[in-house]
Each structure stands twice: as C-alpha cells, then as structure tokens.
C-alpha cells in the first residue's frame, strides 16, 4: 500500500520585498509539521510560493525602474535561495507567473465563466492598493485603511463578478458544523461574523481592466481584463498540489486528489476573508471540496507594530542566522508565539529564551550526559541497569512528552510542543542530579548504580532527539550522531559516544553599531 498522503500550505509572499519574520514563521511552522508528519511514515508535502501579479507589483517595480516581469522574477528567486539556505524549502514553489499556473487560472476561469458564476457589472468603490481590494467603510480609520495607513482611491470601472453571495448561507453553515475547520477558534467566529453581518461582503470582484493593469492574467473570456489578484493567488494551492486545470475536478491526478482530500492551509491573520469566504466558495464553483482545516496565526510585532514592508520594520531571517544561528532563531519562533495570538519580537528575548532553553537545559543535558559517559563509562553507551521505579518513571516521561508533541502538532500548536518538550529535558536533568552518578561512580558499591543512571539519561535523550526531529533537525541529526544511534533511532548500548562542542553554545546580545 502507498503511503498516506498529506498536504501543507503556506502563503504564497508577495514578491515585491525580501523575506522577513512573518513569511518565515508560517515556513518554519509548516516545515516542522511537515518533518513530524514524515516522521511518522506520512507522505507530507507542502506548498509554498510567491504572489507576482497586481498593482502592488507594478508599484514596487517602477520604484526600481524595473519592469514587473524582472523585478518579481528577482524577489522570488530570493524567496527561493533563502528557503533552501535555511533548510526549509517547500516540496514544491509555485510562482503564479509559471506557465503551468496560468494554464490552471483560465481553465478555472473559463469553466466557472461557462458554469454560471460570473457576471459583468460596473463598480465603484474605494480601493486600496495595499490590500488590492475595494474597501468597506469598516476597513478605514480616519478615511485611511487600517492596514496600511494610506487613504484609498475612488475608483470607477467595468468588473467582473464572482457570484459568491448565493453561497453564504451554504458556508455558514459548513463553518459553524465545522466540515470548513477554522482554528483557532476565535478565527471560526470571526469568519462567522463576517457572514452574519454581509454589509462588508457581496460578490468578488475578478477582473481588473487592462488599460489600468496589464500585469495579470487575462481573462480567457474577454481579453481586456486581467484576474484580480487574489483569485489568481488561491489558485496556487492547487497548482502546487499538481492540479490539472485541463481537466475537469473530478478526473484529476490520482497525487492531487489525494493530496487535496487533506489540505490544511497556514495563514495569518489578515489573510482570514480570502480563505475563509472566498475560496472555499471558489472551490464549490470548481467542483472541488473544501480544504480539511484552515489554521490561522497572528502577527509577530516589533515594537508592538505589525512588521511588514509598507512600514519598514522587517526581520531578516538570513540576518539572525548570522548573530545568533538559524535553530536557535527557528526555537524562538516556535516556542515564543502560541500560535493563533500576537507575539513580540525582541533579540534581548531571543536571547533570553535559546539560553535558558537550549543552552542551560537540553544543551547542558547532551553536555554532561556525553561527559559523564566519557569519564565513567570508557566512552560507551552503557548497558542498562535493574529496573528501578525512578528509571522507569524518566522512560515513561519520555512517552508522556511524545504524546504531548503529538497532539501539540497534530492541533497545529507548535509552542506546546516545544513546552512539552523542554519540560521533559527538565525532569531528566532533575533525575541526573538527584541520581548524582559522578558521585555514586566513586563508591564501587555504587558504581552499577551511576552506569545504569547514565544509560537511563542516555535513553532519554535519544527520546528527546526523537521528539525534536520537526522542531530542531540539524541539532536532532548532532544529538544522533553524538550517541551513535541505531539508523531507526534505537539508544545501542556499547557504542562509542561523542562529547563534542556544546550544543548550543550560549547566546551574547549583538548590539548594533
Ligand atoms: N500574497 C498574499 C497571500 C496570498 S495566499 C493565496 C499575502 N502575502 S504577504 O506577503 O503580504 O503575506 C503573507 C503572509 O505573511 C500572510 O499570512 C501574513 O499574515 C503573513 N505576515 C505578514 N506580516 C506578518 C507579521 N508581522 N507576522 C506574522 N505574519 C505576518 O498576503
């Protein structure tokens, strides 16, 4: 039989600014479900990408005095290098500009056009670039939107409509039963409201004339327009999925409808009304079934403000790999913000969190466990000793944190995995220190005593190593190699162990300047 299969998104970014914190968490997060998943013998793929089409990318690029085309083929290979840089690249990178993309946009389009469920109307409206979308009088504070703090343009023009208010009471009702699964659930509520209340809803407005913005996909029914941009946008989940646009929904690759049968999407957010409204209902117009679950996190803020490119204030994954490492940075991320709610970002922080997490905790654990087997134990992975009930409750601690990783991850809870985890180093410490075996190593009586503690402290950490393949792989690969496990991960009693540098050394705040 093949394996389950299983599949993962994350946004696709726009490419009009380089990487920053927030693209790099919901990366970091997907990556990590991903190795849990595969871990456990699951087919997992994700898809990630970037956003090239839109007004927000003419704008950028003129900035640069670049075309759009070469300005976002630019930004995206950066995307691209930085993901395989930092070890966390996607199964798959869609950008919407790929042919095969396109390909799948005006299929869609044309057999939803021919379906029924697109209509020519005239708009007018107030329009936000930032968001590339017509506002309601609820986005703005002070006749600015809220998000980007710019005042919208009146604007005026011919659009075509997806007829997606026929469908709201259908997805109220798939939200509320939960068949559409929206978590955290203070995120199914909102989504909820916003169905309750349609005065900020009505049907989605597709198309963008071309003698405005040419830098877009056409229409395949009227060639002076192009796709709005969002509608293009969710349509890379598929595309990355491996869907065939040539073929109707129901005849597509046997790899696609698997994997499509188990989507989840990761978003933040200020994304939640495209994925919440628009696209299930997109879906139903394709013939497609909704996403299995939608799960949605806040905003990492620096200085209690967003980070984004409008205001300037990004955190470049690549530059805190250099001050501080890449896992301790990806540690901070997972374990600092419970996900679903805003977190702060600082580097006193990040300092603060890797050194009593990783470096006085799990690192000091592999450190004086590898030193100890070194000194007392001639270098070997000792046998183990009679089974004692402190022994037996530190192995069945390990059992308890595993399946608290697991449901952490499976709820997409990433910072109670890491908690679970970190608590376990802990109580193994504690056991190592009670058991006091450089001690107990002094006294031939109790000698046995000390190489059974240091088997039992070795069995925990190759546990531990287990729980942080999704969480930590390279510091999980190290901890492998330094006790020479078995290649399924097995503790082999009498193999050579290996002290090595600490693990994870401790961090020094870098100033700037
Ligand atoms: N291109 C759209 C998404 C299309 S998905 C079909 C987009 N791109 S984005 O680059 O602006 O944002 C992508 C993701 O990054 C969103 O989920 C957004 O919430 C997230 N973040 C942007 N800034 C963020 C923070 N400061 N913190 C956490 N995530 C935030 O929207």
């Known amino acids: 039989m093949s394996r389950p299969a299983w599949l993962v998104t994350t946004p696709i970014y726009y490419a009009n600014a380089e990487p920053h ?17 595969r871990q456990r013998g699951i087919d997992a793929f994700s898809v990630s990408g970037t956003d090239e089409h839109g007004e927000k990318m003419v704008e950028a690029a003129a ?19 930085t993901w395989v840089e930092l070890g966390i690249s996607p199964s798959r990178f869609v950008r919407t500009t790929e042919p095969a993309h396109v390909r799948n946009v005006q299929a869609v389009l044309q057999r939803v056009y021919d379906a029924g469920w697109i209509d020519q109307r005239e708009y007018e409206g107030l329009y936000c670039v930032g968001c590339e979308r017509f506002l309601t009088e609820r986005d703005l504070v002070d006749g600015k939107c809220r998000d980007h703090e710019r005042v919208p343009e009146r604007r005026r023009e011919v659009n075509y409509f997806f007829l997606m208010s026929r469908e709201f009471a259908w997805l109220r009702e798939e939200i509320a039963s939960d068949r559409i699964w929206i978590r955290p659930e203070r995120y199914k509520n909102e989504a909820l409201a916003m169905l309750r209340d349609e005065s900020g809803l ?20 009227d060639s002076a327009h192009v796709c709005y941009v969002w509608f293009d946008a969710l349509l890379s989940y598929l595309t990355g999925a491996g869907f065939d646009g040539t073929k109707p929904a129901d005849a597509q690759p046997p790899e696609f409808a ?17 994925h919440a409204i628009f696209w299930p209902i997109m879906l139903k117009a394709i ?17 209690n403000r967003k980070v984004s490119k409008s205001l300037g204030n990004m955190i470049s994954p690549l530059a805190m790999r250099e001050r501080y490492g890449f896992e301790p940075f990806r540690w901070f991320l997972l374990r600092e913000m419970s996900f679903g709610l805003d977190a702060n970002f600082t580097e006193e922080a990040l300092v603060e969190r890797v050194n009593a997490d990783l470096a006085n905790n799990l690192g000091n654990l592999v450190s004086r466990t590898l030193n100890l087997v070194e000194k007392l134990c ?3 992975v000792p046998e183990a000793g009679p089974d004692e009930r402190e022994e037996r409750a530190v192995l069945e601690g390990a059992d308890a944190a595993r399946a608290r990783v697991d449901a952490a991850l499976e709820a997409v809870q990433p910072h109670l995995a890491a908690a679970a985890v970190v608590e376990y180093a802990s109580a193994v410490n504690r056991y ?16 046995p005593l000390a190489r059974a503690t240091l088997h039992v402290a070795c069995q925990a950490l190759a546990r531990l190593r287990a729980l942080l393949v999704p969480l930590l792989p390279a510091a999980a690969e190290e901890i492998a190699a330094r006790l020479a496990l078995g290649p399924d991960g097995a503790l082999v009693p009498g193999a050579p162990v290996r002290k090595g540098a600490p693990l994870f050394p401790r961090l020094e705040l870098v100033r700037e300047g």
């Open 258 to 274: 698997a994997r499509w049968a188990t989507a989840e999407h990761l978003i933040g957010k200020d994304i939640l009304k495209p």
């Open 63 to 81: 900035a640069r005095g670049l075309a759009p085309a070469a300005f976002t083929e630019a930004v995206s290979a950066t995307f691209q290098r």
């Open 287 to 303: 013939g497609l079934p909704p996403y299995r679950r939608l799960h949605v996190h806040g905003y990492w803020n620096v200085d």
């Open 21 to 37: 914190i927030g693209h790099t968490y919901t990366t970091v997060v997907a990556d990590t479900l991903v190795r849990w998943r």
């Open 202 to 221: 009505g049907d989605l407005s597709i198309s963008r004339p071309k003698a405005r913005l040419a830098w877009g996909i056409e229409l395949p029914f």
């Open 432 to 447: 190592v220190d009670g058991r006091a075996p450089w001690k107990a190593a002094k006294d031939p009586a109790t000698e």
């Open 378 to 380: 001639a270098g070997r």
